[in-house]
Structure formats: C-alpha cells, structure tokens
C-alpha cells in the first residue's frame, strides 16, 4: 500500500465507509507503521468529535418543504380549543424543559447520525446529548481523551464491543479507553454524558 492509498483509506475508514477486506488491508498496513496507526486515530477521533458539535441548520429542500406542508395539511389538526402550552404555569427561576416535539436535531457528518444537545455544564466539565442513529447507522472508533463516558439507551439496539445494548441498558468507558465502532442495525436514540472543557 502507498502513502497516498493509506491517506486514502484512513480517511475512508474514519468515515466509517470502508469495507471489512479494506480495512483488514489497512490495519494490517498500521501494524508495521507507528505513524500510521497513531495518525488513524487521529482522524477516527476528529470524526466522532465533528459528529457531536452543533451545526447550523440547513434550510429544506423546496419541493420536500411543499410535501411536508402538504401532508400537515391533510392530517386533522387539534380542536382550536386544546390548551396551548403557553397556558402552562411557568416554571421556577433556574429550571428549564425541552419538549421531545423540539425540532433543534442537528445533522452530523456521518451519515444517518443526529444530534440534540440538551445542556452543558462547563463548571463541572460535562454536557449531555441525545444521539439519533438511524437503521445501520455507524459510528467510527474513537478514543476518550478527555474524560469518561456514559451512554443510556432510550430505545432501538446498539452493538459496541461485542455486545448488543438495548432500551434501558447503560455503558460506561473510563477516560484513555479505546471504543471501537458503534453500530446500530435497527436504529437507537441514546443519552450520552460527556466530558468538556478539557
């Protein structure tokens, strides 16, 4: 394998998009190059990390826009007299809601993954975020430089190291662990607890 065919393949890799004879051929070429492997895990980790920062909305497409405002259109709509949330008594000073009808997800660049993030708390070095992985959604291996992990799963499947996590199982990865592709063959929203500020 070439220089160039590695940068190649690395970046593919890291991506999550290259196939299992290609990247036995590719981690067979690390084993014998430090550099390699060390520069692998670089782009693994730089992928899973674009993969949770908030990016700008990008406006629909217009003939989808018409569909959808169609279809709402046709679907019955509450009776004009269904209280609002705006009736609601407003919560204390200090508290703070997210309805699950929020539409804040953000896309990620890897495909079929969506992101919300729900709070940070710089002081005390975390932010927590719901993960969205559609069916055979993948997750590139990444490394925990930063911190531990926690991750809760709200509902679907997910398979990381060797086992398969479904609604109500939990997982945890201590900071300096190595965590291998995550993939989701059915779909899985996750609650994810993370380091930041590190």
Request: glycine share 6%; charged share 20%.
């Amino acid at each position: 394998m070439t220089s160039h065919q590695f940068h190649e393949r690395a970046a593919l890799a890291a991506a999550g998009i290259l196939d299992d004879k290609e990247l036995a051929l590719l981690d067979a070429y690390c084993e014998h190059h430090p550099d390699a492997q060390n520069e692998l895990r670089w782009l693994r980790d730089t992928i899973a990390a674009y993969a949770i920062v908030t990016t700008p909305p990008r406006p629909p497409i217009p003939s989808l826009r018409v569909k959808v405002l169609e279809r709402i259109r046709r679907t019955p709509q509450w009776p004009s007299d269904h209280p609002k949330e705006s009736t609601e008594i407003p919560l204390p000073q200090g508290f703070k809601t997210i309805s699950a009808l929020d539409a804040s997800w953000q896309l990620t660049p890897i495909p079929g993954l969506r992101v919300k993030h729900l709070t940070s708390n710089e002081a005390a070095g975390y932010r927590i975020v719901l993960l969205s992985l559609g069916a055979n959604c993948r997750f590139p291996s990444h490394r925990h430089a930063r911190g531990a992990e926690e991750l809760f799963v709200i509902s679907g499947d997910l398979i990381t190291e060797g086992r398969t996590l479904h609604a109500g199982d939990f997982l945890h990865a201590e900071a300096g662990t190595e965590h291998g592709e995550l993939w989701s063959p059915s779909g899985c929203l996750a609650l994810v607890v993370e380091p930041v500020g590190k």
